[in-house]
């Protein structure tokens, strides 16, 4: 099956500091989608990336999907204590639409 | 409210004991999910059903069995539970094109 490799595993940051995370795969990916976990939380939907090159943004986020659509990154600007979390990067793959493959996910943590 | 119910929250199984977990959504979603997340290791999928009526196998079904009850329900169940199932669990369903929405989880500890 595809696989996902996601970088780094953990990240530290003062509160302020700008964060990145980034995922990678070895096949040309149909989209991608980013969840958010908060500690103790379940994972929530962020948003879903389909097109090369695509860049998106949410207010302190910006999503990028690149241009061979292999990889992808969540940037976070100016951080703030509610970012910590556990971000995942997920691809769909396969003949059926929603079985997803997440990546082992980056844990963030903002230090005030 | 609109949304992926899971049940129970927190569960102790003693070796060999058998459970099912719940799921059920009201968003009318075909498809649904379990996913179990262990340290590390991110979300696993388990089992999924892509429509009411089908089911099929993920990357680590071993242990388990599924049911979809109906649109709405889709069940986990543990026939013979062993420690290398503490985890927790997640029910998921998803919509095209906003991506899944999961339950709240459940954490299974068997001792």
């Known amino acids: 099956g595809q696989q996902v490799m996601q970088i780094p595993q953990y990240q530290h940051v003062q509160e302020g500091e700008d964060f990145t995370t980034y995922c990678n795969s070895s096949?040309?990916?149909?989209?991608i989608q980013w969840y958010k976990q908060r500690p103790g939380g379940h994972p929530v939907f962020l948003i879903q990336?389909?097109?090369?090159?695509e860049v998106k943004k949410q207010k302190r986020l910006t999503f990028q999907f690149g241009e061979a659509k292999k990889n992808s990154s969540l940037h976070i600007t100016a951080t703030q204590t509610t970012d910590v979390g556990t971000y995942f990067c997920?691809?769909?793959?396969?003949?059926?639409?929603?079985?997803?493959?997440f990546g082992q996910g980056t844990i963030l943590t903002v230090h005030p | 409210n609109a949304g992926v119910t899971q049940t129970p929250k927190f569960q102790v199984l003693k070796t060999g004991q058998s459970m099912t977990l719940q799921c059920a959504q009201d968003m009318n979603h075909n498809s649904m999910y379990w996913y179990r997340q262990d340290p590390g290791m991110g979300l696993r999928l388990i089992y999924y059903s892509a429509s009411e009526g089908t089911t099929d196998k993920g990357e680590v079904p071993n242990g388990y069995n599924v049911s979809r009850l109906n649109k709405r329900e889709f069940s986990l169940r543990l026939e013979s539970a062993a420690p290398s199932q503490t985890s927790v669990y997640f029910c998921a369903s998803i919509t095209d094109p906003y991506g899944y929405t999961f339950g709240s989880g459940t954490r299974l500890t068997v001792v």
């Open positions: 990336l389909v097109k090369s090159g």
């Open positions: 997920s691809l769909a793959g396969g003949t059926s639409y929603g079985k997803l493959t």
């Open positions: 096949t040309t990916l149909s989209n």
